[in-house]
């Protein structure tokens, strides 16, 4: 049974969420808030698996009590938001990069799509109840969040500190170095570790590559964490990066907009959803629009599909991935990121076939260490990279080749 604890302040709302949760017999709801501090109180008192929480709420908003959450008890958090238009979307994003899981938007009675997004509520929360957590060992700094953007050690931002989610999967164990928790998923012995060989581009060796590239083009795939991922990596990027970067993301439909703009304003690069026909520039970021599949028609030029789902997602890793080595070959620099599982694995396999260099994020530092394992196991990864040593990793491939 997952016991879940629901933080919102609206009452028609609490009825609402109580009922689509209670109407699933794997679900019970252990209790109610009507703000953020007493969702904290709450947390600590009920232990549930899981937290849905509001962001706009009086005394603490949803931001705060998730900071809180992860601090003093870590819990699965999932954001509901007034929706994608609302105002509040940008601190939704933060409350994910202060630790919460996912965002959904909020169902609605007077919405077509209300059992859709009922629906999607039970399952998100059912899939987030698998991820465990731990004790988070880093302190939240106490600013709020107008304040400059956190950002994790051994990246070059000066004068900011490091947020992390305390999330694990089984099988969790202390790093030597740090006595963080890193995250392992349980059936893992086995599988053999991404190939370690020598690469050099330009005056810069790198390892997991046997022959040198001039990338002309670097594809990103995330799913679960990747928000959070993806602005640790966007950020510390140089405004001089030299390639067009094309990006999957799964979230919740109508959230990838305002996910780039809240990326946007951490990044120096420029980040816009992908258009149909669109033309891509170096050091401009593409993201796959909401529904739809991206590929490269031809070198330099986006399409937009809306054919079937791969690994049951639309947009897919995997597809962009694919039309990424038919167009680049070994030109082409592909990376997956945390997620829940297996999308880009045999599209990130296809880019190094086709001579291309791959990286996965690696399961110590991973939300869940779903698509990277199954890349690794795939044997389609030359290396697994700490997140914070990835965007560093890119800088050097693509700024030191020929």
């Not at 997140?387 to 020929?402: E, F, G, Q, T, Y």
Request: charged share 15%.
């Amino acid at each position: 049974m997952i016991g879940v604890l629901i933080v919102e302040d609206s009452a028609t709302m609490q009825s609402m969420l109580v009922e689509i949760l209670s109407s699933d017999p794997g679900i019970k709801v252990l209790g109610v808030a009507n703000n953020g501090l007493e969702g904290v109180q709450k947390a600590i008192e009920l232990k549930p698996d899981v937290v849905t929480m509001d962001i706009r709420m009086p005394i603490m908003d949803g931001f705060e009590a998730t900071r809180r959450i992860m601090r003093e008890c870590p819990t699965r958090i999932i954001v509901v938001s007034a929706g994608v238009d609302s105002p509040d979307l940008n601190t939704s994003f933060n409350a994910i990069k202060a630790g919460a899981l996912d965002v959904i938007e909020k169902p609605r009675g007077a919405l077509a799509n209300f059992d859709s997004i009922r629906e999607k509520l039970v399952t998100l929360v059912k899939l987030m109840s698998e991820v465990k957590v731990v004790r988070q060992r880093r302190h939240y700094p106490d600013s709020g969040i107008s304040g400059p953007t956190p950002s994790v050690p051994g990246l070059p931002t000066a004068g900011t500190s490091a947020l992390r989610p305390a999330i694990q999967l089984p099988g969790a164990r202390p790093t030597s170095q740090s006595g963080m928790f890193t995250s392992v998923q349980s059936g893992q012995s086995g599988l053999r570790p991404a190939t370690q060989s020598g690469l050099r581009t330009g005056s810069a060796s790198v390892s997991g590559y046997s022959r040198a590239i001039s990338p002309a083009i670097l594809a990103i795939g995330s799913s679960t964490g990747g928000p959070a991922a993806l602005n640790t990596v966007l950020k510390n990027l140089p405004a001089t990066f030299p390639t067009p970067i094309v990006i999957v993301q799964h979230i919740a439909q109508g959230f990838t907009r305002g996910l780039v703009d809240w990326l946007q304003g951490e990044s120096a690069l420029p980040l816009k959803v992908a258009k149909q026909d669109e033309r891509i520039y170096p050091g401009e970021v593409y993201f796959a629009p909401d529904n739809h599949h991206m590929i490269l028609l031809r070198r330099g030029v986006l399409g937009l599909l809306q054919t079937p789902s791969v690994s049951f997602v639309r947009p897919s890793a995997t597809v962009l991935f694919e039309s990424v080595a038919k167009h680049y070959n070994n030109q082409a620099v592909g990376v997956v990121l945390t997620g829940m599982g297996d999308d880009g694995a045999v599209g990130l396999k296809a880019i190094r076939d086709a001579g291309g260099y791959t990286i996965a994020q690696d399961e110590a530092t991973c939300v869940v260490y779903g698509m990277p394992k199954a890349a690794v196991a795939l044997e389609a990864v030359n290396i697994s990279l700490a997140l914070k040593d990835i965007p560093l990793r890119l800088a050097n491939v693509c700024l030191s080749a020929p």
